[in-house]
């Protein structure tokens, strides 16, 4: 990582070279086969004199031939990702993972000047070079059933590819461009982009910038499309949508257009009818106009995120598409395209200098997306918003331990380790927790918004202003490359913009927030001195707790008060505790007179239930949330009554009804009724005011008078007059009483009678709603409302009671439950004929039949479920039935379940199940580290370690979540249900973290040879070629060899060979093995180093190496020991067979294949202490 000091100029790249164009030219897609054929080409100019190695990025790429001007050149392709862990290894310790994972992720990043793709320039161009002259970089590619980067969707129905809707685009997080095709994979190499895209003429391809023509083939059977983006962008935006889209183009923005699969237009001229809004909106705010100049916007089915954005366009999930009936999709559609549209600005057109500089883009993002929405939906949905994400974060923080949003590493020594408390490093996106990277973005925008809080909104938009518009100017500067670099942010280039538009200092500020992890935590209560009239307020921290941080500097209270409401500020200092203030308003019931509120408004209030002593109605302690944090405080329930009454802030209301479920008082009942009669409270609220009712009502269940709650009160908002058992005619017109409509029979079905059962009259009442619903005058679709419904019915179920043993059979069913059973099956069968939006009904449903499962009144079976998982099925449908089947191998402890599951993780087509499945297995776990279950056991063990080490290797999200769940069932140790090691580990993290091939005593044997013999190039055996005994190793080391110090400091040198490739199939049988590259190959190694290099000291200390020679791998081995290492090979792939797609017909034949291929192991990922060539 570049470690750069605060205060630092400019951008310093890592890599020797400035990439200015590429060209990407995909001439062949084939949907059967899903593979893409084509190459590109990269614009470099060298930095440095003697540039003689070009390292770029490329996963799962197969690599045909590289030529750098004109002149075919030689490359090594290693990726360590590929296999975190050496399979012989018996390691299975996650310490020992994250650190290696950690490891090679750095071996291959750009952002360390690292690549899997290492090109060397050829001899004939090392003039060429040292002028430095540009350098044109061409490569031959080809991509077979990719299984990250490019998602293939090809429904397997009747018709033509275009019939079908068969479609293929780019996916993955955080610099997943390499797995599509060979670039610098950073956020922080920009270039311009010429793209091309050859495809069926039916097809459209939709990529980043401007279609600049079409062009058709002479057959008319394909076209090409050419893309023009001269905004310089980094890889890792570009990308690409290819499909029978149907095209729009937007009507109050011509420069906007939408793509949709076929048949869905309609929807799509709905949905996408409002983004012109959300332009104008960013643009007036930024007076800074939409950087490109053009948008477009692809609806693909089986996205991998709901929002992704690149580089002029985004590329969203079909489902988000409605119609104007569906209310409850509408606004969380339009909150994805503001997301969308915010990302374009920050995180696209600006993009970043470094992984630690993260933050700030995902921070303006959503801070400006939090603006739109302020302004779209109220200041009362903002508010809630913003206590939702608040705590969303101080949850996370508090039980991981912290969200750290600047990391900055030192040397890599365990104290420097940020986040120890975390089972994966977060020195790169790709180690990152999926959840973690959630909390950070969560984090993020909120920190952006406590900046607003100290500078002012108006410093705060003035400052993004700045940003955009310098990038703007270093954008047009077509042949200044170096001026780019006004593109990227770092946090140090924000802060100072901060510092100089608002000249204020914010650094605690960032101390606090962005340089350290951890959240808040106050305890408050307070007493009333009646002699002084001054409130005495005690606050206490816990900032010994995980995730918690001690808090030093102001904090603002409110007090409302009989005479109105008052700000005071405190000085948290560091030990103090107590705070007086002052009152101001003696204590005076005698006088009836209005009081005044915060907002203005004076009301008239029942004061009887207040303190005689005291004039305080309530206190509120941080009510801006102008600290992240989480506060307890105590005051008596009338005071969280009338603040619930008549404080006008959401938060505050919403505060309120959670602390009054610890009050169940008829005076809490009464000011919960007061809130759901109120029309122009904020709809969320009376929907959290229904729940909280539940639970009051069912905590005063023996003194409850009256109908159960809520119920005469929906009856008199939705009942007819004359019959108040049946519901009128649906009317969502208006959309508070709809949500309110929706939620009031999902809350009351929780109530409970004196025997801890539903009473019969609620379960009558939502069965007679079921039955008498009717939609057809109402505009609007009813589906949401339906589900609720079934919700509700889900809710009413309460623990079967067998008696005296009997079997349940659907003979002997409560007639209750055979009524709510009866309801669940029609609604089933209806979906199957009429399927709701989003088969939300259907979703419902599978809930509601787990329930009842788990209650004991049905046989607990996951066939239903594992039916309904199946690839086919909606995706929310699947992952209803996935969540059963989770929650029913966790209950019925069921390894087949589980095998069912992984098994799923590892081979379902969509790549968002497959990490939904882990994520649902680590929040709902079959077991935890410290149980003891018949679930776990050592082929579990492997079967996880496995997923992780080498299973998940094309998806970053995918493979963090095996990590995930790993950590969930077995910590960070060696799991507790594996036999003791023999003899022991050899190894102690702590001590050795550099040497990253620690192994088992019994193995030993096997990694001495390597280290006794030394290094062998493995050449191909061709027409009898031999390499000559006598020629030594050159000097610069190979990417697959390490330099090891070892703790007795003797140097080592290792050499890995490896068949590993051959599991992400990419064999190097393609490469060039005629003699002519072989001889070249040697050249190369020959070459000598320049001296005045950085390089060449780390040169010099190879040479005194005694340097046994080995003839190569001739069929008659000369070596002993060498051919042991062969049979050791051989074995090994016979062990892991089941793994290779292809079985090897004869192992010697293979390794001849890949000359070139070097390990994945860890090791040459290289450990913090082994230099290596690139450094």
């Not at 508090?398 to 020594?413: D, N, S, W």
């Not at 949330?625 to 969280?640: G, I, P, T, Y």
């Not at 019959?723 to 409509?741: A, G, H």
């Amino acid at each position: 990582m570049m470690n750069r000091k605060k205060g630092d100029k400019g951008f310093e790249s890592p890599r020797p070279y400035k990439l200015t164009h590429q060209v990407v030219c995909i001439n062949n897609i084939n949907f059967q086969r899903k593979s893409v054929v084509g190459y590109v080409e990269l614009t470099i100019f060298p930095t440095v004199a003697n540039l003689n190695r070009i390292k770029l990025n490329s996963k799962q790429c197969r690599i045909y031939r590289v030529r750098v001007n004109d002149l075919e050149a030689a490359f090594i392709y290693n990726d360590p990702t590929l296999e975190v862990c050496h399979h012989e290894s018996k390691q299975r310790n996650l310490n020992y993972f994250s650190n290696a994972y950690a490891a090679a992720v750095s071996a291959v990043d750009p952002d360390a000047g690292n690549g899997e793709l290492c090109i060397k320039v050829p001899s004939e161009l090392w003039k060429h070079v040292d002028e430095l002259k540009v350098l044109k970089v061409h490569i031959n590619f080809s991509l077979d059933q990719p299984k990250g980067g490019l998602h293939f969707v090809v429904p397997n129905v009747e018709g033509s590819l275009a019939e079908r809707g068969a479609h293929v685009f780019s996916c993955g997080y955080q610099n997943s461009t390499r797995f599509w095709f060979p670039c610098v994979d950073s956020y922080s190499e920009l270039c311009t982009w010429k793209l091309e895209y050859t495809v069926d003429a039916t097809m459209v391809a939709v990529s980043n910038g401007d279609l600049v023509e079409t062009v058709y083939t002479h057959d008319m059977r394909k076209k090409t499309f050419h893309y023009m983006l001269t905004i310089p962008t980094a890889a890792s935006n570009i990308s690409l949508a290819i499909g029978p889209f149907e095209i729009l183009v937007d009507p109050y923005m011509h420069e906007v257009t939408h793509f949709c699969l076929p048949q869905l237009l309609p929807l799509l001229k709905h949905t996408t009818s409002y983004l012109h809004e959300v332009f104008e909106f960013y643009e007036e705010i930024l007076t800074c106009r939409y950087p490109y100049s053009c948008f477009k916007t692809v609806f693909v089915d089986e996205a991998y995120v709901e929002v992704a954005a690149y580089a002029s366009m985004s590329i969203f999930s079909t489902n988000l598409l409605h119609s104007a009936m569906i209310i409850d999709e509408t606004p969380l559609t339009r909150r994805c395209l503001a997301q969308a549209l915010a990302q374009q600005f920050f995180g696209c057109f600006i993009s970043r200098m470094s992984w630690s500089d993260e933050w700030v883009l995902k921070g303006i993002s959503g801070y400006i997306y939090g603006l739109w929405m302020k302004k779209t939906f109220g200041v009362n949905e903002y508010r809630h918003w913003i206590k939702e994400e608040l705590d969303k974060i101080v949850v996370y923080e508090l039980k991981t331990g912290g969200v750290l949003l600047h990391p900055i590493f030192g040397g890599g020594k365990e104290k420097d380790n940020p986040a120890s408390h975390l089972h994966f490093s977060i020195k790169h996106p790709h180690t990152l927790s999926w959840e973690y990277y959630t909390m950070f973005q969560c984090k993020a925008h909120l920190v952006m918004r406590l900046i607003e809080n100290r500078i002012s909104m108006e410093f705060m938009l003035q400052v993004f202003n700045k940003l955009l518009s310098l990038a703007s100017t270093a954008s047009s500067q077509k042949f200044q490359s170096h001026m780019w670099s006004q593109m990227l942010v770092s946090t140090s280039g924000f802060l100072k913009s901060i510092s100089n538009v608002s000249g204020k200092d914010i650094q605690p500020l960032i101390k606090q927030w962005v340089d350290q992890s951890g959240v808040v935590k106050f305890y408050g209560s307070f007493a009333f001195n009646r002699k002084r009239n001054v409130l005495e307020l005690e606050i206490k921290q816990d900032y010994t707790s995980p995730g918690t941080q001690k808090y030093v500097g102001p904090l603002k209270v409110t007090v409302q008060e009989l005479d109105g409401s008052f700000n005071h500020t405190l000085q948290i200092e560091e030990n103090s505790l107590k705070h007086d203030i002052p009152c101001h308003s003696k204590s005076r019931r005698n006088k009836k007179k209005k009081i005044p509120l915060m907002n203005g408004e004076e009301v008239d209030m029942d004061l009887s239930a207040m303190d005689a002593d005291s004039p305080l109605l309530w206190i509120r302690i941080d009510p801006d949330m102008s600290v992240l944090r989480k506060v307890e405080f105590e005051q008596a329930d009338f005071m969280w009554q009338y603040q619930l009454r008549y404080e006008r802030d959401v938060v505050a209301q919403e505060e309120s009804i959670l602390a009054l479920q610890k009050f169940p008082t008829p005076a809490s009942r009464l000011a919960l009724t007061d809130i759901l009669e109120q029309e122009q409270c904020f709809y969320r609220v009376r929907i959290m005011a229904c729940f909280c009712l539940a639970k009051i009502a069912n905590f005063m269940v023996s003194t409850w008078t009256g109908p159960p709650a809520m119920k005469s009160l929906f009856t008199r908002m939705f009942c007819c007059k004359s019959c108040p058992n049946i519901v009128k005619t649906n009317n969502f017109m208006n959309y508070q009483s709809y949500f309110l409509q929706k939620t009031m029979p999902v809350a009351m079905a929780l109530l409970r009678d004196v025997h801890n059962l539903c009473p019969k009259e609620v379960l009558t009442f939502i069965l007679d709603l079921i039955k008498y619903n009717d939609n057809r005058k109402n505009k609007f679709s009813d589906n949401y409302y339906r589900a609720e419904l079934i919700d509700a019915l889900a809710n009413s179920v309460t623990p079967a009671v067998s008696v005296n043993n009997e079997a349940r059979t659907l003979d002997n069913l409560n007639p209750d439950v055979r009524l709510i059973l009866e309801e669940i099956t029609r609604f089933l069968n209806m979906e199957k004929l009429l399927p709701s939006y989003r088969h939300t009904i259907t979703v419902s449903c599978l809930n509601a039949i787990r329930i009842l499962q788990k209650n004991g009144h049905v046989p607990s079976d996951p066939a239903v479920f594992k039916s309904y998982a199946e690839y086919g099925h909606f995706v929310d449908i699947r992952i209803a039935a996935l969540e059963a089947v989770v929650d029913y191998t966790k209950v019925d402890r069921s390894y087949e379940e589980l095998q069912w599951l992984l098994n799923m993780v590892q081979n379902d087509p969509v790549p968002y199940v497959r990490h939904k499945i882990l994520n649902m297995l680590t929040k709902n776990p079959p077991f935890t580290k410290n149980m003891e279950s018949p679930l776990c056991n050592e082929a579990l063990v492997d079967q996880l370690w496995k997923l992780m080490n080498s299973g998940t290797s094309h998806d970053w999200r995918l493979r963090c979540g095996a990590v995930d769940l790993y950590f969930t069932l077995f910590g960070l140790s060696r799991p507790s249900c594996l036999p003791l090691p023999e003899l022991g580990l050899v190894l102690n993290l702590k001590e050795k973290k550099a040497v990253l091939n620690p192994t088992i005593i019994p193995e030993a044997e096997d990694d001495d040879h390597l280290a006794k013999e030394a290094a062998i190039i493995a050449l191909p055996h061709q027409q009898g070629l031999k390499r000559k005994a006598d020629t030594p190793l050159g000097s610069p080391l190979e990417p697959g060899q390490i330099l090891e110090k070892n703790e007795d400091s003797k140097v080592k040198l290792k050499i890995r060979f490896s068949n590993s490739q051959e599991e992400e199939e990419i064999d190097m049988d393609t490469v060039h093995d005629s003699q002519a590259f072989i001889y070249h190959h040697l050249n190369m190694l020959e070459r000598p180093s320049t001296p005045g290099k950085e390089q060449s000291t780390q040169e010099l200390s190879m040479l005194p190496i005694p340097v046994p020679t080995l003839p190569g791998f001739t069929k008659e081995s000369s070596s002993s020991k060498h051919s042991e290492h062969h049979h050791h090979h051989k074995k090994k792939k016979k062990k892991h067979k089941h793994k290779h797609k292809h079985k090897h017909k004869h192992d010697t034949k293979e390794k001849e294949k890949e000359p070139f291929t070097f390990s994945n192991s860890p090791a040459s990922g290289r450990s913090i202490r082994s230099p290596s060539l690139s450094d």
